[in-house]
C-alpha cells in the first residue's frame, strides 16, 4: 500500500457473507497499517451502532437484508463525514455504480478483487483517491463520457445555495464556522435530529456528500 500515511486505518464492515467477512478481516489483519474495528452482517444493527463507531473506511456490500448497502450510504456519510465508503459488492450494472456514486461512495470494488487489491483500495482511499475495479473504471469512463456524472456548473451551484430555506442557510453558517451538530442544536435552540434533518436537506439540495464539500459550494457561492 505505497504512498499511505503512518496513521493507523480504521476498517469496518457490512458484508452479510460471514466466509466473506473472514477473508476481509485477514487482509485487514496482516497489513499494520489496518486495524479492523468491527463487522456487521444486519444493515440495521450497523445504522443503529455506527454513532458510536471510529472508523475510517467501511466495506460496503449492496446486496443485504432489510437494506440495501446503497440506502446506507447517505446515513453514513451523515453520521460519519470522515469516513471512507468502498462499495465491494458482485453488483457491476451502471445504474448501480452511478446511483452509489451519486449518494457518495468513494470507491468500487467488485468481490473478484484480490486480497491485494482490497488493501490497496483501503491505502487509496485514504489518500483521497477513488479505487475501482477495472470493469468498473471503465463504465465510469464512459458515464463521464456521455456527461452522466459531470460535475455542477457555477450557475447550478449558485442556484443550489438559493434553494436552502432560511433555516437550512443558517445551519450552514454554522457548519462553515466549524460547530458540531450538538453546538448547533445549541445555538438554535432546537434538537439534533433537527439539526440532523437540516444537514441531510442542505447535502441533497447541494448534490454533495459531506461538510467539506458542502463548504466548497459555500464558497463558490461567496
Not at 173 to 192: C, F, H, N, P, T
Not at 211 to 220: I, P, S, V
Amino acid at each position: 500500500m505505497s504512498g499511505v500515511s503512518e496513521k493507523v486505518i480504521r476498517v469496518a464492515m457490512l458484508e452479510d457473507d460471514a466466509s466473506y467477512i473472514e477473508t476481509l478481516r485477514l487482509v485487514v489483519d496482516t497489513d499494520p497499517r489496518l486495524v479492523f474495528v468491527a463487522a456487521f452482517r444486519n444493515p440495521i444493527r450497523f445504522l443503529n451502532a455506527m454513532e458510536e463507531l471510529d472508523i475510517d473506511v467501511l466495506l460496503l456490500d449492496i446486496n443485504l437484508p432489510k437494506l440495501t448497502g446503497i440506502e446506507c450510504i447517505e446515513a453514513v456519510k451523515l453520521a460519519k463525514p470522515g469516513a471512507r465508503i468502498i462499495m465491494l459488492t458482485v453488483e457491476s450494472k451502471r445504474e448501480t455504480v452511478m446511483d452509489s456514486f451519486l449518494r457518495g461512495a468513494d470507491g468500487y470494488l467488485l468481490k473478484d478483487s484480490s486480497p491485494e487489491q482490497v488493501g490497496n483500495a483501503i491505502g487509496e482511499v485514504c489518500s483521497e483517491g477513488a479505487p475501482m475495479s477495472p470493469a468498473i473504471a471503465r463504465l465510469v469512463v464512459g458515464m463521464l463520457k456521455r456527461s452522466e456524472l459531470a460535475p455542477a456548473t457555477a450557475g447550478s451551484i449558485s442556484e443550489a445555495v438559493e434553494r436552502l430555506t432560511t433555516r437550512e442557510g443558517e445551519v450552514l453558517g454554522w457548519l462553515a464556522k466549524g460547530l458540531k451538530y450538538a453546538e448547533i442544536a445549541q445555538q438554535m435552540g432546537v434538537s439534533i435530529d433537527t439539526v440532523k434533518t437540516h444537514v441531510r436537506s442542505i447535502y441533497q439540495k447541494l448534490e454533495v456528500r459531506n461538510r467539506a464539500e458542502a463548504m466548497n459550494h459555500l464558497k463558490a457561492h461567496s
